[in-house]
């Protein structure tokens, strides 16, 4: 399978294959799953991976085990000989179930360690959404392989960066896996003109001819991002030939996104809610730097701020990698904070 323009991060991923681990990071939509997808394809290795963005924040034992159960269903073919043989794994059909609670019960420590009597790779996609109850136990896993498991190499992805350096414990001596080396790839943006030549081929490649009137819109407003890339050009296939209707539908779909976060913030706290909001309103609007963020916040709310405060709010934001620098990562999103409304009601 071809990939556009990334040689690198996929030679990158098969010349430390045997690492016990690798971080794939980067922003969201930049293209991280499908390079690992060819990546394991070409490496012609047995691999897992567990798709983590749908797990809840306070997901429980059963939910990771779903999870854990989907994956090797879909790898089947490759570790039916190893799995079958483990007690407390049934495989129904195509199906592989896995006993997590009672006398039969598998570890994910156990799962792992009788996985490594064949090479196979277990990639955990998003793998920040590990964070939760059972951090400690999946940590404790992952550690215990790293130490002993040899035929095993783990691969995490994470678009929130900060988020999944926290549940590694980069900074965390108390962490199982403090200390321990891995090897990062970071998955940068395109570049404008790899931008411009990856939509033309892709409209070669449909027969379609190259839409010049509005190329030059989606290279300009999608910043190299190769998922908005593909969205816009999908977008356009479909018929939808007007650029602003395609740019509104990237917005909206962005500010859901952040509207989600401030939901979820506000379930624990109107205020961090409602500060989280004119934190990236400001931001959107220029307030490129600390003293222009406080100033913009202090004059809407008209109340001096708690520094401590407002540099939590930041923070946050920087882990979930929506900015860095007072600057948006992603362009959609800026539009979109542009446009939230301010959460009302405080407590």
């Not at 399978?1 to 681990?21: A, K, T």
Request: glycine residues 6%; negative net charge.
């Amino acid at each position: 399978m071809d990939l556009f323009d990334r040689d690198w991060e996929l030679n990158e991923i098969l010349r430390n294959i045997e690492r016990p681990i690798i971080v794939v990071t980067g922003i969201r939509r930049i293209g991280k799953t499908s390079i690992i997808n060819v990546a394991l394809n070409e490496a012609g290795i047995p691999y897992v991976i567990i798709d983590c963005r749908s797990l809840r924040d306070n997901y429980g034992r059963a939910d990771l085990y779903r999870l854990i159960s989907n994956a090797l269903s879909s790898s089947l073919d490759k570790l039916i000989d190893v799995l079958r043989m483990i007690r407390g794994i049934s495989i129904m059909g195509n199906a592989v179930e896995i006993r997590w609670r009672g006398k039969e019960q598998v570890s994910i420590a156990e799962l792992f360690d009788r996985l490594n009597e064949r090479r196979v790779v277990i990639a955990f996609d998003e793998a920040q959404r590990l964070r939760g109850p059972l951090s400690s136990e999946v940590l404790n896993a992952l550690a215990h392989a790293y130490d002993f498991d040899r035929n095993i190499t783990f691969i995490l992805t994470g678009s929130e960066v900060g988020l999944l350096y926290d549940f590694i414990g980069v900074e965390d001596p108390s962490s199982p896996l403090f200390g321990r080396y891995f090897h990062e790839i970071v998955v940068e943006r395109f570049s404008r003109d790899d931008s411009v030549e990856f939509l033309m081929r892709g409209f070669r490649e449909l027969g379609i001819d190259e839409p010049r009137n509005i190329l030059e819109d989606f290279v300009e407003s999608f910043d190299g991002i190769p998922g908005w890339l593909v969205y816009a050009a999908n977008a356009y296939v479909r018929g939808v030939r007007d650029f602003v209707e395609i740019k509104e539908a990237a917005i909206r779909e962005t500010m859901s996104e952040l509207e989600n976060l401030i939901r979820a913030k506000a379930n624990y706290s109107t205020i961090n809610a409602r500060r989280t909001t004119l934190v990236l309103r400001c931001i959107a609007t220029g307030s490129n730097s600390w003293t222009k963020v406080t100033r913009c916040v202090e004059e809407f709310e008209g109340v001096s701020i708690s520094p401590t405060s407002l540099s939590n709010v930041v923070k946050a934001l920087e882990r979930l990698s929506i900015i860095r620098d007072y600057q948006f990562l992603d362009p959609m999103y800026r539009e979109a904070a542009m446009r939230l409304s301010i959460p009302t009601t405080i407590t």
